[in-house]
Each structure stands twice: as structure tokens, then as C-alpha cells.
Nanobody, 118 residues
Framework: QVQLVESGGGLVQPGGSLRLSCAAS????????IGWFRQAPGTGRQGVAC?????????YYADSVKGRFTISRDNAKNTVYLQMNSLKPEDTAVYYC??????????WGQGTQVSVSS
């Protein structure tokens, strides 16, 4: 059974940083494009960043996070990370990981809440 478990969220002041983790079990992240999505209250889920598979090598960032967020992965640990710097209030959302750009609806985890507020 595939499980994606997100962690690392929290409450941070504007300008602060957080590092999110997505640990996978039941399937190997290697060989798949894996990304982070976020959903703010009253909005749909949007793609934020993607780490390409070893063979693909593509990295993608939404314009809203380019230069502030960095996605990385550790295939040995079957984990993907999202380093978020210079956080803004508009980054407040629940963050999820999944296949990218087309997520598998059966893979959605609980997500991790990121709140940016002074």
C-alpha cells in the first residue's frame, strides 16, 4: 500500500524558513517525477515544485515560489524535501506531495500545515 507522509510544517513569521519532508512507502520515488502541491483555504490544490526522476532530471517551480523554495530528494531514504525560505503570508496553505504533474488521487496524504503570520 502506497503511503506519502508529509511533515515539517508549522507557524512561522514572514521572512522565516521551514523544511518540509515527504516520506514514501509502498513505492520507490526513484523513477518518478515527484512534486509538492499546496491548498490554501477556499482554493484548489496547486503545484508548487517538482523534482524530476533520475532519467528525467527536470526541476520545476511555480513563479510564485521561484528563488525562495528549493526541492530536493534523497532516493536512498525515499524522501523528498522542500526548503522554503523568505516565507510570505500568501504561502499559508496545507502542503502535500504526490506524483507530478498528474497526481495519483490514491496517494494523497494528510498534508502538513504551513502558516505564515506575524
Amino acid at each position: 500500500q502506497v503511503q506519502l507522509v508529509e511533515s515539517g510544517g508549522g507557524l512561522v513569521q514572514p521572512g522565516g524558513s521551514l523544511r518540509l519532508s515527504c516520506a514514501a512507502s509502498g513505492f520507490s520515488l526513484d523513477g518518478h517525477n515527484i512534486g509538492w502541491f499546496r491548498q490554501a483555504p477556499g482554493t484548489g490544490r496547486q503545484g508548487v515544485a517538482c523534482s524530476g526522476s533520475t532519467s528525467d532530471g527536470v526541476t520545476y517551480y511555480a513563479d510564485s515560489v521561484k528563488g525562495r523554495f528549493t526541492i530536493s530528494r534523497d532516493n536512498a531514504k525515499n524522501t523528498v524535501y522542500l526548503q522554503m525560505n523568505s516565507l510570505k503570508p500568501e504561502d499559508t496553505a496545507v502542503y502535500y506531495c504526490n506524483k507530478f504533474p498528474t497526481p495519483n488521487r490514491n496517494y494523497w496524504g494528510q498534508g502538513t500545515q504551513v502558516s505564515v503570520s506575524s
